[in-house]
């Protein structure tokens, strides 16, 4: 791998190579990198920069607002609305699409993101990220509404998070594999440190949280109690477990050193197809891991080939090494 190549330098050397990154999304995503850096120093600052804690308000999703959830989403639209590549903007913390405002040019994509995932490890210095998800706006449809952000999320044209853990580091694909960028904080530039990334297709590691377990169907719960009995049970090897409960972190682990993450249906409320959101936590995640040669369905069927119905639509999730992940889907009975 070549040496000191900057974000920059990655995506015009790309363009070169494959055509897949246009002016304005590298524009975009060199945006984007940007905006990461200044959440990833607002995060760094912590109760030095008094913005910790809650921020007294709740998200669409109904779940309580940390202050730095406002403050990364915040600093993502600032960053993004005035370029003239985006349309609009879409973020879990907002009920609704942002449209770029008339005093700003309009461009053709469409951003999605969760500003900051994993909201519940904030006020315990536990690695957190923001994921973003790129769409194209559909052609001549007049203006932009929120229609034009229901896409199944293999017509993404690009994906990736950022990681705020003991590196600032940001994992990006556009569909030509996964490369990986750490923050260089002297010299205020993501690095490349990574590219091609290969998700093992075998693993001995899960990452579900547990205290679910009552409420899972029968094939997640036959899966992860043979997963339990270990060298001795159905799959002859001994199983580690994980997890963060940031999905950044468990997924980034994943990508570098395999595992299967699991966040299943569950009868608590079974009108909800899942905890986690399809269109800025599932799509871009999945299309990351199946660049880097791994899998992602909701127990049954593809992630990406999904057609979302609602812009905070929730969904199974089962993702990384991929012969576990057949396994898993495997044990449900076939649509
Ligand atoms: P639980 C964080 O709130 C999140 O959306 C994902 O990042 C994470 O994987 C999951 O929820 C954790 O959920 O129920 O274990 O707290």
Redesign the pocket.
């Known amino acids: 791998m070549p040496k000191n190549v900057s974000l920059t330098r990655y995506l015009i050397e790309q363009q070169r190579a494959d055509g897949l990154i246009p002016g304005q999304l590298r524009l975009l995503l060199e945006v984007v990198a940007r905006a990461c850096k200044s959440i990833s120093q607002a995060v760094t600052k912590g109760a030095l920069g008094n913005v910790l804690g809650s921020a007294e308000s709740e998200n669409v999703q109904g779940?309580v607002q940390k202050k730095l959830d406002i403050i990364a989403n915040e600093v993502l639209i600032e960053a993004n609305e005035w370029g003239g590549h985006l349309a609009a903007m879409a973020s879990e913390e907002m009920d609704s699409i942002y449209v770029v405002p008339n005093r700003y040019p309009q461009g053709e994509y469409l951003l999605l993101f969760?500003p900051l995932?994993?909201?519940?490890?904030i006020d315990v210095n536990v690695s957190?990220?923001t994921i973003f998800s790129v769409l194209k706006k559909p052609e001549g449809s007049p203006g932009v509404q929120e229609s034009d952000f229901l896409q199944a999320g293999s017509k993404q044209v690009a994906a990736g998070y950022c990681i705020y853990g003991p590196q600032t580091t940001l994992v990006l694909t556009v569909g030509s594999g996964v490369a990986m960028f750490t923050l260089d904080r002297e010299q205020g530039s993501f690095m490349l440190t990574q590219e091609d990334i290969q998700i093992p297709a075998d693993t001995k590691e899960f990452?579900v949280?547990m205290?679910?377990m009552r409420h899972w169907d029968a094939p997640v719960k036959r899966y992860i109690d043979e997963c339990l009995a270990g060298k001795d049970g159905p799959r002859g090897k001994d199983f580690n477990m994980r997890?963060?409960?940031?999905?950044?972190?468990?997924v980034h682990r994943i990508l570098m050193r395999g595992g299967v993450?699991l966040?299943p249906w569950d009868k608590r409320e079974p009108e909800k197809a899942g905890?986690?959101?399809l269109m800025y936590?599932a799509n871009p995640m999945s299309w990351l891991v199946e660049q880097a040669g791994g899998a992602a369905t909701n127990g049954r069927q593809r992630i990406l080939d999904l057609e979302p119905t609602k812009l905070h639509e929730r969904v199974a999730v089962v993702l990384g090494s991929k012969n576990e992940v057949g396994r898993l889907t495997g044990y449900h009975e076939p649509l």
């Not at 995932?117 to 490890?121: A, E, K, Y």
């Open positions: 779940e969760d995932d994993g909201s519940s490890n957190i990220g990452a949280n205290s679910n997890w963060i409960a940031s999905m950044v972190a468990d993450f966040y905890k986690l959101r936590e």
